[in-house]
C-alpha cells in the first residue's frame, strides 16, 4: 500500500478479538507479540473484553478475579509503549467497571482505556478512531428516549446520531467576505469532515458481504448485519473496519477491499476477527489477531489488485425515519416532554373553522374576531423541569445544592467532553463546565422572584457566580452567564447558565453578541439597569447577559417578536467555533458519561462550592 507522502511515520496497530474474561492471559499474549513483531504504537480489543454478566456474579471466579486486580493495577499490562483501547460488546460491562470509567473518564488503569458507547478518539499520532459498541436489535433500535449506557448491551438511534455528530470536524471560514448573521449561516459555511481512520464495532454492516466473492465459513454464521451500519459506513468512509461479531461464534472474514468514488479513490478494508477467549476459542484455528500499519492523514495512490464494487455505494436505503409523538417543550434537563395531541378546531359541514356567537368578546384580549381560545394550564412544581420535587429530574447531574439554589450541568452542554473530538477553542474546565444555576423555588424568572424572598436567592445566585468565576481562571477561563427570563401563561423556572470561555477570547465576547443580535434583529438595551428595572415583578420578558468584566447586556423582548432560547448558545458555539454543538439534542451523553462529567466537575468545584 502506497501513500502520496512519505515523511508521515507509519503507525503500527494490533487488533485482538473478544478475550471474554480471559485478560491475563490476553495480556501475555500480547506482550509474546509485541516482542515478535512489534513495537505496536497501539492495541484495539475488539468484542467482549470481559464476558457475559453471569460470570461475574460469582465472586469467587477468576474472570472476576482478574477484573478486581485490572481495575486496582495489579495485573500485568500488555507494554510499556502501547496504549490499549477495549470496547463493549454484546454484554452488559461489569458495575465496578461501569463506576471506574464515571470516576476516571475512560481510563480503567495504566494505559488501559475503555472507549465511549460512540466515541471519536483521536490519537497522538494523529489517528482518528471511531467505536459503536453494543449490538443491534431492529425493536429496541427507536424505542429509546436516549442514548443507553453501558449497563444496556444494544445501540439505538440516539447512540448512532450522537456517533455521528462526534465524528464531524467543523471548521468556521472568517476573513473577508464571509458574514454569519443567521443560525442556518453558520451551519451553510462550516466545512465539514466526517472521514475516520479506523473504525471499530460489535455488529457487521448490513451491506458488508455485497460484491465479495469470499465464503463465510461456515453456512450457520450467516448473519443480516446491521443496516444502521450501513449508514454510518457511507459517512465516515473508515480506511479500517473492524468487528467481532459474536453470533452463533466469532470467526475471522478478511472482505476485499473497496473504494470511495466521491473521495478520490479512499480504500476502505474490512476485517472481523475471531475470539482469543470465551469457551472452545483457545486453541482453536480460527484467527484472532490482526496487525497492519496505517499512515494518519494519508490518500492511497496504489488500487489494490483485488479490490470490489463497493457494498454501500448503490441506492442508499435511508435510515428508517424516528416515529415522534406530538410533543412540545423539549429541553435540555429532561429531553422530550410528552403532552396530548392537540385537538383541531372544529369545523363546520362545509369545511370552514365555527365562528364565535355574535356578541361575543375576549375577556383577555377583547377581540370579537376568533374564537374562544383556552388559555393554556399553568406548568406546576410537580411537571417543572427543574423543580427538585418533579421525581423525572435528571438528579444525577446535580453537582451541588445549597440553601436557595441547586447547581447542575445540562443535558448535552455545549462544551465538548468524554469522547468528543478535541476542539482548539475551549477550555479543559473538568466535566466541561457549562452549568446552571437553578432558585429552588419555582418563579418564572429572577426579575420576577417576589421581593420578600428574593434577597437569600439573589445572594446565593452571586455566590455560585462567584464560585464558577475562581473555577474558571484555575483553567484558563473566565464565564459568561446568560438568562432567558421569557414570561409565558404556561409560566416557567427560572435559572441562568454559564459557560467557560477562554481568557484570550473574553475581548470578543460583547462584540459577537452585538454582531449576532444585530443579525437577528435583537438589540441590547444602552442603559441596562434602567432596563431591568423594567422588568421588576415579572412586568416583562428579557434576555440578560453577564460579561467577564461585570457589564451586563439586556435585550427586552417584544410580544410580537419571537425570540429563540437558543440565542446564547447559538453565540457562543459562534464565538468558539463549536458549531456543530448547536443543538443540544445531538450532544446528549449516555448516563454513565453524565456521571463522569459530575464527578470530574464535583471534584474540581469542591474548595469553591459556596454550599459546603
Not at 455485497?210 to 473508515?238: F, M, N, Q, T, Y
Not at 457566580?465 to 401563561?489: D, M, T
Not at 454543538?581 to 445531538?586: F, P, T
Request: proline letters at 7%; hydrophobic letters at 35%; glycine letters at 8%.
Amino acid at each position: 500500500m502506497g501513500y502520496v507522502s512519505k515523511k508521515l511515520t507509519p503507525v503500527k496497530i494490533l487488533t485482538v478479538g473478544s478475550a471474554f474474561g480471559s485478560i491475563r492471559n490476553l495480556f501475555s499474549k500480547i506482550r509474546t507479540i509485541d516482542a515478535k513483531h512489534g513495537k505496536f504504537d497501539c492495541v484495539l480489543c475488539l468484542g467482549d473484553f470481559f464476558g457475559p454478566l453471569q460470570e461475574q456474579h460469582n465472586a469467587a471466579s477468576d474472570s472476576q478475579n482478574q477484573i478486581v486486580e485490572l481495575l486496582n493495577g495489579t495485573l500485568q499490562g500488555i507494554t510499556h509503549t502501547s496504549l490499549c483501547y477495549i470496547m463493549q460488546g454484546q454484554n452488559p460491562l461489569p458495575e465496578s467497571v461501569i463506576e471506574q470509567y464515571a470516576r476516571t473518564g475512560g481510563q480503567l488503569c495504566k494505559d488501559v482505556f475503555l472507549l465511549n458507547k460512540s466515541g471519536v478518539v483521536s490519537t497522538a499520532h494523529g489517528l482518528r478512531i471511531a467505536c459503536l459498541g453494543g449490538i443491534y436489535n431492529s425493536g429496541i433500535y427507536d424505542s429509546s428516549d436516549g442514548p443507553p449506557g453501558f449497563a444496556s448491551p444494544f445501540y439505538t438511534t440516539h447512540t448512532v446520531e450522537r456517533l455521528l455528530s462526534n465524528t464531524m470536524n467543523k471548521s468556521l471560514k472568517t476573513g473577508a467576505g464571509y458574514d454569519y448573521g443567521s443560525l442556518a449561516a453558520i451551519r451553510d459555511a462550516a466545512s465539514t469532515s466526517q472521514l475516520i481512520d479506523i473504525f471499530i464495532t460489535n455488529d457487521w454492516p448490513a451491506s458488508i458481504t455485497s460484491h465479495s466473492s469470499l465464503p463465510l465459513a461456515p453456512p450457520e454464521h450467516e448473519h443480516p448485519g446491521s443496516p444502521p451500519l450501513d449508514e454510518v459506513i457511507r459517512k465516515i468512509k473508515p480506511r479500517y473496519h473492524l468487528a467481532a461479531r459474536a453470533e452463533p461464534s466469532p470467526k475471522f472474514w478478511e472482505r476485499e477491499p473497496f473504494t470511495w468514488d466521491d473521495e478520490s479513490g479512499r480504500v476502505s478494508r474490512f476485517v472481523s476477527l475471531g475470539a482469543f477467549g470465551g469457551e472452545g476459542q483457545i486453541g482453536q484455528k480460527q484467527r484472532w489477531f490482526y496487525a497492519f500499519s496505517i499512515v494518519p492523514s494519508a490518500t492511497t495512490t496504489q488500487r489494490p489488485s483485488n479490490i470490489t464494487k463497493n457494498p454501500f455505494a448503490a441506492a442508499a436505503s435511508r435510515l428508517p425515519k424516528r416515529v415522534h409523538e406530538t410533543t412540545e417543550g423539549e429541553n435540555f434537563i429532561f429531553g422530550n416532554i410528552h403532552h396530548p395531541i392537540k385537538r383541531p378546531r372544529p369545523e363546520t359541514p362545509g369545511g370552514q373553522t365555527s365562528k364565535p356567537a355574535i356578541g361575543y368578546k375576549c375577556k383577555r384580549c377583547q377581540s370579537t374576531e376568533g374564537g374562544k381560545r383556552r388559555l393554556p394550564k399553568e406548568i406546576g412544581p410537580e411537571e417543572c423541569w427543574f423543580c427538585l420535587s418533579n421525581p423525572k429530574l435528571a438528579k444525577h447531574l446535580i453537582v451541588s445544592i445549597g440553601t436557595e439554589c441547586y447547581l447542575t450541568l445540562p443535558r448535552g452542554q455545549i462544551i465538548p467532553t468524554q469522547s468528543a473530538p478535541d476542539e482548539c477553542n475551549v477550555t479543559r474546565v473538568p466535566g466541561g463546565g457549562h452549568v446552571l444555576i437553578v432558585p429552588i423555588c419555582h418563579q418564572p424568572t429572577y426579575n420576577a422572584i417576589p421581593a420578600d424572598i428574593s434577597p437569600p436567592i439573589l445572594d446565593e445566585t452571586n455566590r455560585y457566580k462567584s464560585a464558577l468565576r475562581g473555577l474558571f481562571a484555575e483553567h484558563g477561563a473566565v464565564p459568561v452567564f446568560y438568562e432567558v427570563a421569557r414570561l409565558s401563561a404556561k409560566g416557567g423556572h427560572a435559572h441562568v447558565q454559564a459557560v467557560p470561555v477562554p481568557i484570550s477570547l473574553q475581548n470578543k465576547i460583547e462584540a459577537v453578541f452585538l454582531k449576532e443580535g444585530r443579525a437577528l434583529g435583537i438589540d441590547f438595551e444602552s442603559d441596562a439597569d434602567g432596563a431591568l428595572e423594567a422588568c421588576a415583578g415579572g412586568a416583562r420578558s428579557y434576555f440578560r447577559v453577564d460579561l467577564p468584566d461585570g457589564r451586563k447586556l439586556i435585550h427586552l423582548m417584544k410580544d410580537d417578536v419571537p425570540f429563540s432560547v437558543q440565542f446564547g448558545r447559538q453565540v457562543l458555539a459562534s464565538l468558539l467555533n463549536i458549531t456543530h454543538r448547536l443543538d443540544w439534542k445531538m450532544c446528549i451523553l449516555s448516563e454513565e458519561e453524565d456521571k463522569a462529567d459530575v464527578e470530574l466537575f464535583k471534584k474540581a468545584f469542591a474548595s469553591f462550592d459556596p454550599s459546603l
